[in-house]
């Protein structure tokens, strides 16, 4: 029968690999039911074994991934009390797990921070704490991914520390503030623990507070680590900055200090800490940072764990064998091929197989024992930890006395120089003396109590080192278990050379798993080594002790001594103070002359900057005088084109001219501000410079256009235009010239230079064409239609009165019928005599236009003579308009409801009216035509009848108005005086309100002109023309009995008043 060895080795890769899946369905199962046993809804603490197998779960498979892909699948959402124990679980794994951990839990922040906002916002106890716990998890992550020299559990030596730190100051800053947040996150989660429990003995023992202390466990051991490591970082960066830089950081320590040192001092009392950790004790006051050699004074805090009883724990196997048969079970081979290849089914196995298992049980094995040698080693390390911890503690305390002690001779001294000082008065020095005496008896026995404490010490020493005798036989039993360890381990490879490769890769793994095993137990070996280290400078610090006290002891010989040797004593202090008092006056002369020197230097500094402000104004100075030279140049170039014949070819128009005008006087204004900033700040002139740049060009582009605007305007405007060219330049030139010069710079009136740039815009809106809004081939229609429209207007006005005529003779009758007959009458002679005036015009005009066109049609004609036809059309608008007002006035005279006045003003109106139409139309006429004749004659009877309406009009109001009759009988001497004076009154009140009204028809008259020069042509509306109050009555008006207007204009339009201008000649 073939032998197993004969197997081909490509007959056995083709068997399934059950072994490696049924280990990892194995290691699943494992990690699941640890998870779920530790993270549950009970309120208990976390179990240490399930926390232990989660935490070698992270080991065995490098990370964290088991743990995750169970901890996402439980329902955290639904009980806080869940999720304050996930937060605890992962604690513990972030510590004591596999390095890689760290990586997981950053690729899940999302999910804790998720957990902590949701039970952040419900009002739930639990849910609080959770809240807090997540924001530590989330620090700690943060703090380790950016700083990897400090592992999760926060252990490392000083030398690491000091070359994390490193020597920039600002990463020692900034490493501080990190683990002052740190520790901040720490202390702000055991606050909230603390604040909802009772810190009574009898609630710690409880489960459900000791759910709620459990993490806190982990949240000591931070803060020591962190604690020490703020203090160390602190003392450096004392060392490298000053103490009021990092007067914060003080601050933020002594707070984190005092909460530190209530926080384990509250813990320290709980019996639920007491049997689980031992907690250090922190010195009274924090370390005084502001001096360097109290570093060596600082002790670090150590947090040891007791060793743990064993806990009965269920049994599990690693691998699961139950499906095979036993390793000694002969295998049932049917023939030659079922023992050589196996039965086909795959449900028995072969000798290789059994072989294979056994070897890994006893890996298994063999591993289960490393870690529990492990584990003894580790609490070895941590009771010697702890035994090392309470000698410092002890060390400290003894230094503590010792430092009384000190304070007490330093007491007796001061006490004894009293002595010396009192020895003089006779009696009382025998008292102080005495007194003295008692004193060093009490030094004595102080002195014989640390005696005993240095044996005590002694001895405590000597059991230590007993303890570190046994540490030693205990790791040489552990080396050799190590030995016999790598010798199964030899004879394992030996047996395993003939297995598959998939054999050999595994015994591989374990071997350097046990390689690794190996490293360890020497780093632990390593660190017992450091342990007697400590223990032999704790053997040397007991010895320095004791000859410290041996000097104490001699201390007192020499104090009975000093007594008998006061007066030598006080006269050496008398001499110490005579040099104290030379070193004073040395130090004070040293003061005075630095004083003095840095008064120089002050001097020097200030006559520098006098210097430099010198400097800097004349540079201002030197740029503002080539800024006002180049602007000189641009003006004088400008100026002489006012001259030059190759410009007279240069056009351009009043619009553009008035814009340039109008930028240069805004210019003006620029350089008013920035000349009077100069001024008052000579150290900046670049406003000022600006706005002289703006001004020079805007100027000289004035002034150029200025001069093309003339060379297309009338001969008198265009010389006035020029002069006020040449008028702005001289004042710009003189002064920039004044700007030049300091002497002249404050002199300068850039004010001076806007009176002609302002003449300058007045001149360009006079040279605008006054109807841009018309076309000029509208214009002869237009003329036409408003000639018409006056005729219609004129016709309906004589329709109107013989209207009211009509009424008038119903409606009154008497002198009032005889005077409305007279009124009437005479505005219809009016009214005839302005129709018969309107014709005459019309067909004046149409001689004018056929004598004045030649071969060009009427339009044309229009258009060329815009001006003149825009007269006509405003002096035909007047009339007709005229002629409806006194329709309208003379209506409300015979209705009673107006004022005579009213046609004694619109009679003088129409007068006025008709000589503008009439000298509209003389203007182009010829000297000799006979409709001009005709149209003066019209003219005269128009004034007439005018005339005749104002007479009818005043002699029909002395008619009409009623005199009273003054009956002055009755009346005594003193009532007569008393309306005497009231008539004065009356009279000087009149006289006052008629003075009023004269000065403001003054004023209403001077628009009036103003606006009527300005625009070139009557207009429609005139303020200074008193309105005619609104009519009522029957009397219908008829539809063009109204107002004139025209299209509105843009610029320069008609004024928008109701008035009457007297027409304005213009040369064409």
């Known amino acids: 029968m073939n032998s197993i060895k004969s197997v081909p080795a490509r007959v056995l890769s083709r068997r399934p690999g059950h072994s490696l899946e049924a280990e990892r369905e194995q290691f699943d199962k494992t990690q699941a039911i640890s998870i779920s046993k530790a993270i549950n809804t009970q309120e208990a603490p976390v179990k240490e074994k399930h926390a232990r197998r989660i935490i070698l779960g992270t080991h065995h498979e490098k990370g964290a991934f088991t743990f995750w892909s169970y901890a996402i699948g439980l329902p955290l959402p639904s009980s806080s009390i869940l999720s304050w124990k996930f937060c605890h679980v992962l604690h513990k794994v972030l510590r004591d797990g596999h390095p890689n951990v760290l990586q997981d839990c950053q690729r899940h922040r999302s999910n804790i921070r998720e957990i902590g906002d949701l039970w952040g916002h419900l009002h739930d106890r639990y ?59 720490e202390l702000r989660l055991s606050e909230s623990v603390f604040r909802q429990l009772n810190t009574a003995i009898a609630v710690s023992q409880m489960s459900s507070g000791q759910c709620r202390l459990a993490p806190l466990i982990q949240v000591i051991q931070d803060c020591s680590h962190l604690y020490h490591y703020t203090v160390k970082l602190m003392f450096k960066l004392h060392a490298c900055l000053p ?38 004790r922190l010195p009274e006051g924090p370390p005084n940072f502001l001096r360097a050699s109290a ?37 049932v081979v049917a023939d030659l091929f079922d023992q050589t290849f196996g039965p086909p089914n795959g449900s028995l196995k072969d000798d290789r197989d059994v072989q294979i298992e056994s070897l890994k049980r006893e890996v298994e094995m063999l591993r289960g024992e490393l870690e529990k040698i492990k584990l003894e080693a580790q609490r070895y390390v941590s009771q010697l930890k702890g035994q090392v911890n309470a000698l410092e503690a002890e060390l400290e305390e003894q230094r503590k006395q010792k430092q009384k002690a000190l304070v007490d001779n330093e007491q007796l001294r001061h006490e004894l120089a009293q002595l010396l000082a009192a020895q003089r008065e006779g009696e009382r020095n025998q008292g102080l003396r005495e007194e003295a005496e008692k004193k060093a008896s009490t030094i004595e026995a102080r002195y014989h109590k640390l005696k005993e404490k240095h044996s005590e010490l002694i001895g405590t020493h000597a059991e230590l080192l007993r303890k570190n005798a046994d540490t030693a036989k205990q790791l040489t039993v552990t080396q050799q278990s190590q030995e016999e360890v790598a010798r199964v381990k030899e004879q394992l490879a030996f047996q395993m050379e003939q297995v598959k490769r998939e054999s050999e890769m595994k015994l591989e793994e374990q071997s350097d798993l046990l390689e690794k095993l190996k490293e360890e137990l020497e780093a632990k070996a390593r660190e017992l080594v450091r342990a007697q280290e400590v223990l032999t400078r704790t053997e040397q610090s007991g010895s320095e002790l004791s000859s410290r006290l041996d000097a104490l002891s001699a201390e007192k010989a020499a104090l009975s001594s000093t007594v008998r040797q006061r007066d030598a004593d006080l006269q050496a202090a008398q001499g110490l103070v005579r040099e104290k008092e030379a070193a004073l006056s040395r130090e004070q002369q040293r003061s005075a002359q630095e004083t003095a020197q840095l008064r120089g230097q002050l001097a020097d500094k200030e006559s520098q900057e006098q210097e430099l402000q010198r400097r800097l104004l004349d540079q201002q100075f030197a740029v503002l005088r080539g800024t006002a030279a180049e602007a000189e140049r641009i ?17 351009s128009s009043p619009d553009y001219l008035v814009s340039r005008a109008q930028a240069a006087l805004d210019a003006v204004s620029a350089l008013e501000k920035g000349h009077a900033q100069y001024l008052v700040s000579r150290s900046d002139a670049s406003v000022l410079v600006a706005a002289l740049t703006q001004f ?86 237009m003329v036409d239609k408003e000639m018409a429209a006056t005729s219609t207007a004129i016709e309906d006005a004589v329709w109107r009165i013989e209207d009211m005529m009509n009424q008038a003779r119903h ?141 009818s009009s005043k002699s029909g109001q002395e008619q009409i108005e009623e005199r009273d009759t003054m009956d002055f009988s009755g009346l005594s001497l003193i009532k007569l005086k008393k309306q005497e004076m009231e008539s004065q009154v009356r009279v000087l009140e009149l006289e006052k309100t008629l003075e009023a009204e004269r000065v403001r028809l003054g004023e209403l008259r001077k628009q009036h002109y103003v606006l009527a020069g300005a625009v070139g042509t009557p207009s429609d509306e005139d303020p200074g023309r008193p309105s005619a109050a609104p009519r009522s009555g029957a009397s219908k008006k008829p539809p063009l009995a109204q107002k004139p207007s025209v299209a509105p204009r843009q610029d320069h339009q008609l004024d928008k008043k109701d008035g009457v201008y007297p027409a304005q000649l213009v040369n064409y």
């Open 127 to 185: 849910g609080q704490l959770v809240n807090v716990y997540t924001k530590l998890l989330l620090t700690k992550i943060s703090f380790h991914l950016k700083h990897p020299q400090f592992p999760a559990g926060l252990e490392v030596t000083d030398e690491v520390l000091e070359k994390t730190a490193g020597t920039d100051v600002n990463n020692i800053f900034q490493l501080t503030v990190e683990m002052f947040d740190y520790m901040d996150c």
């Open 243 to 280: 103490a009021d830089t990092l007067q914060g950081h003080r601050d933020r320590f002594h707070e984190q200090f005092h909460s530190l040192r209530n926080f384990f001092r509250r813990a320290s009392d709980m019996l639920y800490f007491k049997r689980l950790i031992q907690i250090p």
């Open 295 to 331: 570093l060596a004074e600082h002790i670090k805090p150590v947090v040891v764990i007791p060793e743990e009883a064993p806990e009965d724990e269920e049994p599990e196997n690693l691998i699961e064998i139950s499906t095979g048969p036993p390793a000694g079970e002969p295998a």
């Open 635 to 651: 003006l004088q170039d400008a100026v002489a084109k006012l001259d030059d014949p190759l410009h007279l070819r240069c056009t």
């Open 696 to 781: 020079s060009y805007l100027a000289a582009d004035t002034i150029v256009n200025g001069s093309a605007t003339s060379h297309l305007a009338p001969t008198d405007p265009a010389d006035r235009l020029v002069d006020m060219c040449r008028e702005c330049g001289a004042r710009a030139l003189e002064l920039l010239g004044q700007l030049q010069e300091q002497q002249t710079l404050h002199q300068a009136q850039p004010s001076l230079v806007g009176h002609p740039l302002q003449g300058i815009l007045q001149l360009g809106q006079e040279l605008k064409p006054k109807s841009l809004d018309v076309r000029q081939e509208e214009l002869g229609a």
């Open 811 to 951: 409606a009154s009758s008497g002198v009032k019928l005889e005077v409305n007959e007279r009124i009437l009458n005479s505005c219809t002679d009016l009214m005839k005599a302005i129709r018969l005036l309107v014709t005459t015009s019309t067909s004046l005009q149409k001689e004018i236009v056929e004598s004045g066109r030649g071969a060009a049609t009427q339009q044309e004609f229009y258009a060329k003579n815009s001006r003149w036809t825009e007269g006509l059309i405003s002096a035909s608008k007047a009339v007709g308009w005229g002629a409806t007002q006194l329709v309208e006035s003379a209506d409300r005279v015979v209705l009673h409801t107006g004022k005579y006045e009213e046609l004694i003003v619109c009679s003088h109106e129409i007068a006025a009216s008709t000589a503008q139409l009439v000298a509209a139309s003389k203007v182009k006429a010829d000297k000799h035509s006979p409709h001009l004749s005709r149209l003066q004659e019209c003219s005269r009877a128009v004034n007439e009848t005018a005339a005749n309406v104002v007479a």
